[in-house]
């Protein structure tokens, strides 16, 4: 018999602060993208990249959180951006803001990790039940 685990989110203030984060990535990585001459079409071409990550949910709900949250952690992007960095590139480090605008977004507008228990749970709290002001 399977029970059922008790999820624990971010609630209140905790959760606006986290929000708040968000946006300010958000903002943050967009404005260095184009003060660094980011090019506007690759940045609104590629914004929605990470969300391609939802398909590993067709391999059952553990697998799916564990490719989700790798595409939407900071680990990936700043990885990248220190990589290109380092190596001089500029697209590497351009790829490496628009994921992370993209987290950004995501946490500013209520999208957290993933629980292997499903989608619609996160770290930010349960997705059916919120309303995104």
């Known amino acids: ?35 660094t001459g980011g090019v506007w079409w690759i940045f609104a071409l590629l914004i929605f990249a990470p969300d391609l990550s939802f398909l590993g949910y067709a391999g059952g709900n553990r697998v799916g959180a564990a490719i989700y949250n790798a595409a939407h952690s900071y680990i990936v992007p700043v990885a990248l951006g220190l990589a290109g960095v380092l190596l001089e590139n500029q697209l590497l480090q351009h790829l490496a803001l628009i994921h992370l605008a993209h987290i950004g977004l995501d946490r500013a507008l209520g999208y957290g990790l993933k629980y292997a228990s499903g989608f619609k749970d996160t770290h930010l709290g349960e997705l059916a039940r919120r309303r995104i002001p």
């Open 1 to 35: 018999m399977q029970t059922k685990i008790e999820i624990k989110a971010a609630t209140g203030s905790v959760r606006s602060l986290l929000r708040a984060e968000g946006l300010a990535l958000f903002i943050a990585a967009t404005l260095l993208y184009l003060m």
